[in-house]
């Protein structure tokens, strides 16, 4: 599963070059050159091509659901975060930008979630 995927039905043909982000170590980078880190089939993340440090993510709904629910039964009204889209849940340490290589501007800027980042050390 790609970051790309969440946003296809809304934008055909982006893939996961349309995005940019820079780390929290400072490179700026577009989300085709970080390394990825495949969680099986639930969840992929996305580490910096630099530091290393996971700065991105997606999962699918039902997993994020499943997670959610189990971690919520463990803790007290946590904010997990995370950007429910089209059938997957988005989410990145720092804001994630969608601008194509020939686009002038952002189409869209998906705000940083870190907590999403809690919930997945239990995944």
């Not at 699918?60 to 959610?68: E, G, K, R, V």
Request: proline share 3%.
């Amino acid at each position: 599963m790609r970051f790309a995927d969440a946003f296809d039905a809304d934008v055909p043909g982006v893939v996961d070059h349309d995005f940019l982000l820079s780390c929290t170590c400072g490179m700026e980078q577009r989300m085709d050159e970080m390394e990825l880190d495949e969680l099986g089939e639930s969840a992929t993340l996305y580490d910096c091509a630099r530091c290393g440090n996971s700065i991105a993510a997606v999962m699918s709904d039902d997993a994020a659901t499943d997670l959610w629910l189990s971690i919520s039964a463990m803790t007290r009204r946590q904010e997990l975060g995370g950007h429910r889209r089209n059938g997957f849940v988005v989410g990145g340490r720092v804001d994630i930008a969608l601008r194509p290589r020939d686009a002038g501007d952002d189409l869209l800027v998906i705000p940083a979630t870190p907590s999403l980042f809690d919930a997945l050390r239990n995944l």
